[in-house]
């Protein structure tokens, strides 16, 4: 009889050997900016970015820029390398210019926007950094003018997907918060009595409702030039891939790998941050699965994984008004569940728009928010439903009654889509905590629809 062998300790199967596929994992990356002989299919767009900021190695003001388009096409990418070789040249002509980057996504406030970007310089520029509590934002636009005057001659500051930046506005009558944002770091333009000055970048998914947001002092501030990115078809995003083959060891991406994530990206939102990470999470269950190369099933494999995470990005994204849109349809689906299983009109898993609508209602008067229009409800869950964070599905009532749609979730579960709601909002945390009374609304209103 053979001795059956020990397992390995922890500390041996750590200290093992470990085979990877990737050779500069760093390259497919979603924040590294590459160098532009990565960059594939933006010259235009790079073109125009340069024009703008080459005045500021003239001794002129660059203007204000707005880049326009969907996610993953390259707006930040664009900025942050035009920027950085601006960056680069100013320093060798020995002219002060310091790019930063601050994104609206992550921000909760104008407050604390203004204080990223203060802290970066700070950074940057090795000085003292002075503290985020305890000093009003005004203090801390004055840090900013106060630094870019005394060290630069220019500062370039992308505003990435200002348009998220929005602080605790809950109706359109309120201003928000990036429109103050842009106001006030204007400022050194409108005096014009500073030494250095300040360039705005700003990107966003959605265009209308940043200019739509901004008050009308800021819309006679802000003119920035605007840049549109579009979205990549397949043979776009191959080439992008391709010229990142290096992040990888030779031999460990099988022919057709690249072409086949170019595909499934393509066929979603033309987005090349998916692709990217559709390759890179391709590559990280090889590594997990201790096997040698990238297949096509890894692909399919890293695929659901890399949808829940894009999933979870929009719904992160999308407006205020949305997201208690979608709210409203995932807590039908958690609370309905049992009526929509019993009733013959109804199906399971899918929750019907009217319903969804009510309890929007019904959230909105809670938080004493601004309550919209049921096809606005409708028009919101069909942009939801392009990006696949929903599906919708349109079907007749029966007698002549009219059509409804049903709405479904095709890769986050509604639970995981209330989480990430209500995560960091205290108002809409709040309200779904009543979950008896949202029960009770839901399963009436479900009974009432169906009879
Ligand atoms: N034309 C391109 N060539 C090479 N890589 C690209 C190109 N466009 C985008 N990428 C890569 O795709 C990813 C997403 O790009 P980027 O972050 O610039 O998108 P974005 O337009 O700013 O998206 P969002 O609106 O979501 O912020 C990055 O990793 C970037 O390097
Ligand atoms: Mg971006």
């Not at 020995?94 to 970007?117: L, P």
């Not at 009770?440 to 009432?448: A, D, G, K, T």
């Amino acid at each position: 009889m053979t001795k059956q062998s020990e397992p390995l300790s922890i500390s041996e199967q750590l200290a093992g050997d470990y085979q990877s596929v990737f050779r500069n994992k760093n390259l497919i990356e979603p924040e590294t900016i590459v160098n532009e002989d990565r960059i594939v299919g933006r010259d235009e767009q790079l073109h125009l970015i340069i024009n703008t900021l080459k005045p500021a190695l003239h001794n002129e003001h660059p203007e204000d820029m707005l880049l326009r388009g969907p996610s993953g096409t390259g707006k930040t990418l664009c900025a942050g390398t035009v920027a950085n070789k601006t960056m680069e040249i100013g320093r060798q002509r020995d002219i002060q210019i310091e790019y930063i980057e601050v994104n609206g996504k992550h921000k909760k406030s104008e407050h604390e926007a203004v204080h990223q970007i203060a802290h970066s310089l700070e950074v940057n520029l090795d000085l003292e950094q002075t503290s985020k509590r305890g000093v009003s934002t005004s203090s801390r636009y004055d840090r900013i003018f106060e630094i870019v005057n005394d060290h630069l001659s220019l500062a370039i500051i992308t505003l990435d997907e200002l348009d998220l930046l929005v602080g605790d506005t809950r109706s359109k009558d309120e201003t928000p918060a990036f429109s103050d944002v842009l106001y006030n770091l204007t400022r050194s333009k409108r005096i014009g009595d500073m030494d250095g000055t300040i360039s705005l970048i700003a990107t966003t998914n959605s265009p209308k409702s940043l200019m739509d947001g901004l008050n009308s002092r800021t819309a006679s501030t802000f003119n920035p030039s605007e840049i549109s990115f579009d979205d990549y078809n397949a043979y776009e995003l191959t080439e992008i891939l391709d010229h990142r083959r290096d992040a990888f060891r030779d031999g460990t991406l099988e022919e057709g790998v690249i072409e086949l994530v170019a595909a499934v990206s393509a066929q979603g939102e033309g987005d090349a941050r998916f692709a990217i990470d559709l390759l890179r999470e391709s590559g990280n269950i090889v590594n997990r699965l201790e096997e040698d190369a990238i297949s096509e099933q890894h692909v399919e494999q890293a695929r659901s994984e890399v949808e829940k995470n894009y999933v979870q990005d929009i719904i992160q994204k999308v407006s205020h008004q949305k997201q208690v849109s979608l709210l409203s349809t995932a807590l039908v689906a958690i609370h309905g569940g049992r009526v929509l299983d019993q009733e013959p009109m109804l199906r399971s898993n899918r929750v019907p728009s009217n319903v969804g609508y009510t309890l929007y209602r019904w959230i909105q008067d809670q938080t004493s928010s601004e309550m919209r229009s049921k096809h606005s409800y409708l028009r919101w869950m069909r942009e939801l439903s392009t990006y696949e964070v929903i599906e919708n599905n349109r079907r007749g009532r029966g007698n002549e009654q009219g059509m409804f749609s049903e709405y479904t979730f095709p890769h986050l579960d509604p639970e995981s889509v209330v989480r990430i709601i209500t995560k960091g909002d205290k108002v809409l945390s709040e309200v779904i905590q009543e979950g008896d009374i949202i029960k009770s609304i839901v399963e009436s209103n479900l009974n009432e629809f169906a009879s």
